[in-house]
């Protein structure tokens, strides 16, 4: 059937979904990303068309499989590999916090997935090769200086066992932190890409090949237009998307090659930060004659691509308002580390309840009461209805322990003030409150967004007023939320949160979470 040029817009999943690996099944394409402190653990994404995703699960989710104390910022899990191997899915992940490198498996991806299988391996972004009977086990090993190989072994994917001695078979191409490292054979050859430079602006893709899967790996001419990196965007300058790499291939069901990936949006042209996190985009790939890959735009990822489709167009659909009604915790919603779930309600009727504990959003090692949402555009506008009684209640725009903003309502001793706070490294300061005469009123938080700031806002019904009465918070930067400034490997959550309520639950209703796209 002849291929049709389509278009479409990156990232294909939006908001903070970093470290992609893909496989085919079924007719379907299945994808996971790293989720790091989040629980529930390894979000799973099912696909048609590689263009419209729909999250159908998490692979870990339950906390006998991942135990997430003291994942703070940076900690928990990182990179995911799934395959697809003769009817069952794998996943190899790390555990940075925990086990160490790990796979689990399923047969049904819808389902549950089996207790960690940990392997014995250092290193983290773990992958898997099947071939006949043999899998091979790979992962980074990195050193002081930055540099670091790709150590490589077989195992039984039943009990972890590693079967053969381990192997350093590629030592990249001389960019810093060699990482994501995946083997395909394919046309004959073993091709082995990894990413190099660091996950930030000079990230890239590179790729080696070998007639055997332990090498000798050799890579395209420096000179030729198939030399790495294949793909970057590292000498953009000011294009939104920047830190393109940790790709994965999958063919399609017409023989077509394209790569999964991430890459960030940055804030502005002259503006380099990033606060949404890493992102899911995809590029169109294929061989040349002499056997090497090109991939997307002369090697670069942009926002607007066309690729090879058999059939009919391709409607890209954007999800543009969530709700409690078309979310659900364990799915959209999740939590920080492994969560106590007798301090969260979910009603009919459109509304959530939330007891706070002594657990703070500044805590690093312990679950907090939060729930949160990534937030997958720089545009938009988060409101909800509360109603609490004590202690302290409200939104947060977290990005991790140290830096997130919160407007709250905050009860104590029988008075009621609203609140603005600012956590920025060290610096903790509520920024702007103000006394409620009296504690018989409905509440609607709200806050809008663009890509540099955030704007808060508070709208009171009261008996004691009379009439609704608005407040205006003002603003909170972008830029002190970003990775550049926060750092770590996440991107924002909305989040609602409750601390020291005691036995009694602050009630959310009425949420809502709209998005403006711009292309």
Known sequence: MKNHEFTYQNPVIRGFCPDPSICSANEFYYLVCSSFQYF???PIYESKDLINWELIGHVLTRDSQLPLTHAGNDGGLYAPTIRFHKGRF???VTNVNGCGNFLVWTDDIHGDWSEPVPIDRDGIDPSLCFEENRVFFMSNHGDSDGGASILQCEIDPVSGKILTEVRAIWRGCGGRYLEGP???????FYYLMAAEGGTEYGHMEVIARSNSPYGPFETPPTDSPDANPFL???NLGGYPLQGTGHADLVQDLDGNWWAVLLAFRQIGQYLAFHHLGREVCLVPVHFTEDGWLRAGTDGTVRLTMTGPLSSEPIKQEMMKRLTFSNTSPGMEW????????????FLPGDSLQLRGTSVSLDNPDLSPTFLGLRQSEFTGQLQVHLHSTTGEAGISIYQNETHHYELALLQKDGKSWLIKRRTIGDMQYIQKKCILPDQTFDLMLSIRMDSENYYFQAEISSSAYGAETDYDFGSAESRYLSSEVAGGFTGVMLGLYA???KEQFATFSNFSYEMEYKE
């Open 40 to 42: 529930p653990v390894i």
């Open 90 to 92: 794998y996943v190899a």
């Open 182 to 188: 995946h083997l395909y054979r394919i046309n004959g």
């Open 232 to 234: 970057t965007n590292r």
């Open 334 to 345: 999740v939590y920080l580390r492994n969560p106590f779930s007798e301090n969260y309600r």
């Open 499 to 501: 601390v020291n309520t």
